[in-house]
């Protein structure tokens, strides 16, 4: 299988050596497991992970010898999606997220990288933007997206020259940085997109946050479907090295249904779905939640006065 034929590489964040960094995680990856629902959107966490390291000097957690670019870019084309509800709960958080950068942003194009359902480019028009445009790798996502939404959504994997240079006014990305093989190419490659005064927001899992480390090996960071993990200061380091200014990082509240959290939840399968039933049972299952859930939001612009 394509997905276990690797090479090394050195910190996707900064280009630090491997030499340097300390082991993170050990790999945990059982071969017969291997298969697309280990690539869909938010599915039941497996625990299965590729070995990854700590950088010394920007704090990324990184696959050292990830598969290449060509192999996830196919399971990411056939990996299977679930979950709307789930979506659009998160694409109303981002929205929230967003919001306060609005009012320095002109409302004209926005471009959202990993889009799945597109259900994030429907918050966008109802924030105000003119134009929106969606990328996503998953056909099985982009089959369940309404009709409507069809001609806003490319399917494939983001590449830049598919988009005219300084075109958008704002790029978004989330839950997505952690899925590419070169983070930092997308985030030059945005940067080139950008008008001038545009901004870049990410939202990615903070391997540092309390829920995460709580939760150790159990957590849902812990994938094989994540090349790096970002830190507040990793995920910052990415933005400042690659020339954004007044960049912002924090952590992000999600508001999802009770029945969601269960299912995340790092408990025994009986004890789950004792529980899964429990709540379906009193009627409470699609209660909203707002928790931290270890996630970090970022904003960068591209300076006014830069040119592509
Ligand atoms: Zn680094």
């Given at each position: 299988m394509q997905l276990l034929e690797r090479a090394q590489r050195n910190c996707p964040v900064c280009g630090s050596s491997p030499d340097r960094a300390k082991i993170f995680f050990d790999e945990h990856i059982d071969s017969s497991k291997l298969n697309e629902f280990s690539f869909a959107s938010r599915k039941e966490p497996e625990y299965l992970c590729y070995q990854m390291v700590q950088c010394s000097s920007c704090d990324l957690v990184y696959v050292d010898r990830p598969p290449s670019q060509q192999a996830l870019a196919e399971v990411y084309h056939a990996a299977d999606y679930d979950s709307s509800e789930e979506a659009d709960d998160a694409a109303s958080a981002y929205a929230r997220v967003i919001r306060p950068a609005l009012r320095q942003l002109k409302l004209g194009r926005a471009l959202e990288i990993g889009t799945g359902t597109g259900v994030?480019?429907?918050k966008l028009k109802q924030l105000g933007f003119e134009t929106v445009a969606g990328i996503e790798p998953s056909t099985a996502a982009i089959a369940a997206a309404p009709a409507h939404r069809h001609?806003?959504?490319?399917?494939?994997?983001?590449?830049?020259?598919?988009?005219?240079p300084e075109s958008f006014d704002l790029i978004c990305c989330f839950m997505t940085l952690e899925h590419v093989?070169?983070?930092?190419e997308i985030t030059r490659s945005v940067m080139r997109l950008l008008r001038p005064g545009g901004a870049f927001v990410t939202v990615t899992h903070d391997?540092?946050?309390?829920?995460?480390?709580?939760?150790?090996r159990r957590s849902p960071i812990i994938d094989i479907e994540h090349m790096q993990l970002f830190s507040a200061r990793s995920i910052a380091a990415l933005f400042d090295r690659n020339g954004y200014t007044n960049v912002q990082v924090k952590p992000f509240v999600n508001r999802y249904s009770l029945r969601y959290w269960t299912r995340l939840a790092p408990l025994p399968s009986g004890i789950k779905s004792f529980a899964q039933q429990t709540i379906a049972t009193l009627g409470i299952a699609g209660i909203k939640i707002?928790?931290?859930?270890?996630?970090?939001?970022?904003?960068?612009?591209?300076?006014?006065?830069?040119r592509a």
């Amino acid at each position: 299988m394509q997905l276990l034929e690797r090479a090394q590489r050195n910190c996707p964040v900064c280009g630090s050596s491997p030499d340097r960094a300390k082991i993170f995680f050990d790999e945990h990856i059982d071969s017969s497991k291997l298969n697309e629902f280990s690539f869909a959107s938010r599915k039941e966490p497996e625990y299965l992970c590729y070995q990854m390291v700590q950088c010394s000097s920007c704090d990324l957690v990184y696959v050292d010898r990830p598969p290449s670019q060509q192999a996830l870019a196919e399971v990411y084309h056939a990996a299977d999606y679930d979950s709307s509800e789930e979506a659009d709960d998160a694409a109303s958080a981002y929205a929230r997220v967003i919001r306060p950068a609005l009012r320095q942003l002109k409302l004209g194009r926005a471009l959202e990288i990993g889009t799945g359902t597109g259900v994030f480019l429907d918050k966008l028009k109802q924030l105000g933007f003119e134009t929106v445009a969606g990328i996503e790798p998953s056909t099985a996502a982009i089959a369940a997206a309404p009709a409507h939404r069809h001609d806003w959504i490319r399917e494939g994997i983001f590449v830049e020259g598919d988009y005219e240079p300084e075109s958008f006014d704002l790029i978004c990305c989330f839950m997505t940085l952690e899925h590419v093989r070169e983070p930092a190419e997308i985030t030059r490659s945005v940067m080139r997109l950008l008008r001038p005064g545009g901004a870049f927001v990410t939202v990615t899992h903070d391997y540092r946050s309390i829920v995460n480390r709580l939760m150790g090996r159990r957590s849902p960071i812990i994938d094989i479907e994540h090349m790096q993990l970002f830190s507040a200061r990793s995920i910052a380091a990415l933005f400042d090295r690659n020339g954004y200014t007044n960049v912002q990082v924090k952590p992000f509240v999600n508001r999802y249904s009770l029945r969601y959290w269960t299912r995340l939840a790092p408990l025994p399968s009986g004890i789950k779905s004792f529980a899964q039933q429990t709540i379906a049972t009193l009627g409470i299952a699609g209660i909203k939640i707002p928790m931290n859930v270890g996630n970090t939001v970022a904003l960068g612009f591209k300076p006014s006065n830069q040119r592509a």
